[in-house]
Structure formats: C-alpha cells, structure tokens
C-alpha cells in the first residue's frame, strides 16, 4: 500500500489521479500546508523541499521501501513501476517527457503565481498579477495548439496529462475562460468523464 502525502492542490491531485488510473492501492496521508505541517521534521525526511506531494511506496525497485517527492518524479516512478502511461515507443516517449516538463517548469509555477497575486492586497499586484496571467493565458495557447493535432498530449494518453490536468483543474481559479481554449476545454471534459479521473480528484486529500 503506497502512502501518499498530499493536499487538495493542483500537485496533490496529479498523483491522485495517477494512482487511482494505473489501480495502486494507496492511503492519504493528509499535509495541511495551511498549518505548516510541510515543515515538520518526519514530513521532511521524505520530502526535503517541505512541499507536497509526496509518497512512499514499501516496495521498492529493489524491494525495500523509497519515498519519492517531487509530483513529476513520482509520475515518472509510478509510470515505470505499473509500465503505464509512459509511452514504450520511443518518438511518444519523448513527446510524453516533453510534455511533463513543459507542465513542471512552467504550467504549474505560472498559474501557481496568479493565485499567489490573486491574494495580494490590490495596490500592490497589478504588475504581478499581469505578468502572470498573460503567461498563464500563453501556457493555455500553447496547450490549445498542440491538442487540436493530438487528442492527448503525447498521442495516447499518459501521465503527462495528468499532470496538467491537475491544473487546468483550478482554470477558473487563475482566471481563465475555457470556452477560450476549445481545444484544451475538449481534453478537459474527456478525462473529466473518466470514472479514474473521477474518483482521483474525489478522495479526500484534507
Ligand atoms: N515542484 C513541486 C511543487 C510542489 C508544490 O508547490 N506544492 C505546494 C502545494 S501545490 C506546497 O506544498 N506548498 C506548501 C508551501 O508552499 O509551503 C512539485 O511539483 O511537486
């Protein structure tokens, strides 16, 4: 039984959504980063940038137990340990790696910092706010493209939509229109219908 370490956030819910698609049994290990709990010491040895999520699994690679932080790595190491949603075809494999790290350096940190500037008191957002969205609005043109050629981002469908998932997930929260992005609303709405998706983003993580 995998433990996952997580809350209800774009990042907590990627790995959610992952377990419950590749059928890992796993138990959550709620991290109320309202309170701090991200810092406390037995946290931090599993997850050294005292952010969610995190997981330990009790069988290794090599049969002992390893923690993993990081939501892309765990993508990564859960994909290689089931053997699912990361492409073996080399050319979609690529795509597949692509496209994750396109979501963990910037369709993530993006939209992260509009709701960071979303909370701040309004004389001093304006310039932040902007910046933000207009990247975060870029990011989803980005995605827009790529989707009217593919229906999933790597070709089939793989872990890096589920990490983006996790965060178009909370598109109205950064304040973005999908009807803007028909392309991305499509994607959205098919592995929203999932019943995996479903029960990924309905287990409680608080
Ligand atoms: N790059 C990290 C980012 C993780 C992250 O930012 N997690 C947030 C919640 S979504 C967190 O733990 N925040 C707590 C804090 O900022 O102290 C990942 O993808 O795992």
Redesign the pocket.
Same mark, same amino acid.
């Given at each position: 039984m995998i433990d996952l370490y997580a809350?209800n956030?774009?990042? #907590?819910r990627k790995i959610s959504v992952a377990l419950e698609e590749m059928a890992l049994p796993y138990r959550v290990k709620p991290v109320d980063?309202t309170q701090g709990q991200?810092h406390e010491p037995d946290f931090l040895a599993i997850s050294p940038?005292?952010?969610?999520?995190a997981i330990v699994d009790p069988e290794g690679p090599d049969g002992a137990a390893i923690s993993v932080?990081?939501?892309?790595a765990i993508l990564l190491y859960l994909a290689e340990k089931t053997g699912r949603f990361l492409p073996e075809d080399r050319r979609t494999r690529v795509a597949a790696l692509e496209w994750l790290m396109w979501q963990?350096g910037g369709f #993530?940190p993006m939209p #992260?910092q509009v709701h960071h500037f979303l909370g701040v008191a309004e004389k001093d957002r304006a310039y932040g706010l902007t910046r933000y969205l207009n990247e975060t609005r870029r990011l989803y043109g980005v995605l827009d493209r790529r989707l009217a050629q593919v229906a999933y981002v790597a070709g089939p469908l793989s872990i890096a939509d589920f990490a983006i998932l996790g965060w178009v997930w909370r598109h109205e929260r950064h304040q973005v229109d999908l009807a803007n992005y028909p392309m991305v609303e499509r994607w959205y709405r098919d592995l929203m219908d999932r019943p995996a998706v479903a029960r990924g983003f309905a287990v409680p993580l608080s």
């Open positions: 809350w956030t774009p990042n #907590g980063i991200q940038n005292n952010r969610i999520p932080f990081e939501s892309g963990m #993530g #992260g």
